[in-house]
Nanobody
Framework: VQLVESGGGLVQAGGSLTLSCAAS????????IGWIRQAPGKSREGVLC????????YYIDSIKGRFTISRDNAQNTVYLQMNSLKPEDTAVYYC????????????????WGQGTQVTVSS
């Protein structure tokens, strides 16, 4: 199982970024994928998850209306579209999975990518 994130970078507040999570070593179609972030000096927090049936689970309320998640099973990729970014969204963003079809609490995720840095300037 391998997950590789990309798409992070530096953006001004109010801007947008799209993160990608490329999956390999397992069948993406049958598994939920979550995005989790870790800001400097803070513990990890779940952001958003998409199940095998494309149901979304929000782990935090602060991203509702700004972040969306989607998957392209043919490309073995999950995307996190982030709009109206705020400085408090600055973090390393990880995608992860526990190879289950539904979104569980992110602490159950066994497989993680290396993360991609998102920095939002004010």
């Amino acid at each position: 199982v391998q997950l590789v994130e990309s798409g992070g970078g530096l953006v001004q507040a109010g801007g947008s970024l799209t993160l990608s999570c490329a999956a390999s070593g397992f069948t993406l179609d049958y598994n939920a994928i979550g995005w989790i972030r870790q800001a400097p000096g803070k513990s990890r927090e779940g952001v958003l998850c998409i199940s095998s049936s494309d149901a979304w689970t929000y782990y935090i309320d602060s991203i509702k209306g700004r972040f969306t998640i989607s998957r392209d099973n043919a490309q073995n990729t999950v995307y996190l579209q982030m709009n109206s970014l705020k400085p408090e969204d600055t973090a390393v963003y990880y995608c992860a999975t526990d190879l289950q079809k539904d979104c569980n609490f992110y602490s159950t995720f066994d497989y993680w990518g290396q993360g991609t840095q998102v920095t939002v300037s004010s």
